[in-house]
T-cell receptor, first 115, second 117 residues
Framework: AQSVTQLGSHVSVSEGALVLLRCNYS??????LFWYVQYPNQGLQLLLKYTSAATLVKGINGFEAEFKKSETSFHLTKPSAHMSDAAEYFC?????????????FGKGTTLSVSS | GAVVSQHPSRVICKSGTSVKIECRSL??????MFWYRQFPKQSLMLMATSNEGSKATYEQGVEKDKFLINHASLTLSTLTVTSAHPEDSSFYIC?????????????FGPGTRLTVL
């Protein structure tokens, strides 16, 4: 069985500060890992994904995440927060190489950015 | 990038009526589509997996006779909420997995806000 735990339901940072959103996963098979962002009343937008290539994954909007197998973590970071980064962020895992497997989502982390 | 649309984006209906939500992959073919439900301030919960040309696979606790899914083509899946009641009010989101795509990436629709009065 797979699961995802996002530590911290709410993270607040100042504009320009480092953003760190934590995600730990549990999987009995090598996982695919994803970070999605959701703005109010909208669907999910893919930020980045890990699919067994480089362990440091770069995504859109300056975000990146590092897959650490030893720590079963896939934390999301951004060096400098922008006001437009305020949103809900979801970490997700799926089993591979099983095709068509649905994503298992974490409970989400709300990121607030203050000026 | 791959685009998934949903229609309608928002619907308000009376209790007892049925509502159909469409999910379309606009620029790619999707053998598999997924339907999720999201309550306010909560995460997405998988309702069912929709496979083109076959019956959908429902998650435990999801009534298949209430939430009818039809995946008639490689670009369209529909979710029909039958005899809707206020407790069915929620944000419904679909996603589509690109056929033959690498990395099992799913692309999400913008969601449909259902309000049952």
């Amino acid at each position: 069985a797979q699961s995802v735990t996002q530590l911290g339901s709410h993270v607040s940072v100042s504009e320009g500060a480092l953003v760190l959103l934590r995600c730990n996963y549990s999987s009995s098979v090598p996982p695919y890992l994803f970070w999605y962002v959701q703005y109010p009343n909208q669907g999910l937008q893919l930020l980045l994904k890990y699919t067994s290539a480089a362990t440091l994954v770069k995504g859109i909007n300056g975000f990146e995440a590092e897959f650490k197998k030893s720590e079963t973590s896939f934390h999301l970071t951004k060096p400098s927060a922008h006001m437009s980064d305020a949103a809900e962020y979801f970490c997700a895992v799926s089993a591979r190489p099983q095709a068509g497997t649905a994503l298992i989502f974490g409970k989400g982390t709300t990121l607030s950015v203050s000026s | 990038g791959a685009v998934v649309s949903q229609h309608p984006s928002r619907v308000i209906c009376k209790s007892g009526t049925s509502v159909k939500i469409e999910c379309r992959s606009l620029d790619f073919q999707a053998t598999t589509m997924f339907w999720y439900r999201q309550f306010p301030k909560q995460s997405l919960m998988l309702m069912a997996t929709s496979n083109e040309g076959s019956k959908a696979t429902y998650e435990q606790g999801v009534e298949k006779d209430k939430f009818l899914i039809n995946h008639a083509s490689l670009t369209l899946s529909t979710l029909t909420v039958t005899s809707a009641h206020p407790e069915d009010s929620s944000f419904y989101i679909c996603s589509a997995r690109e056929s033959g795509g690498a990395g099992d990436t799913q692309y999400f629709g913008p969601g449909t806000r259902l309000t049952v009065l």
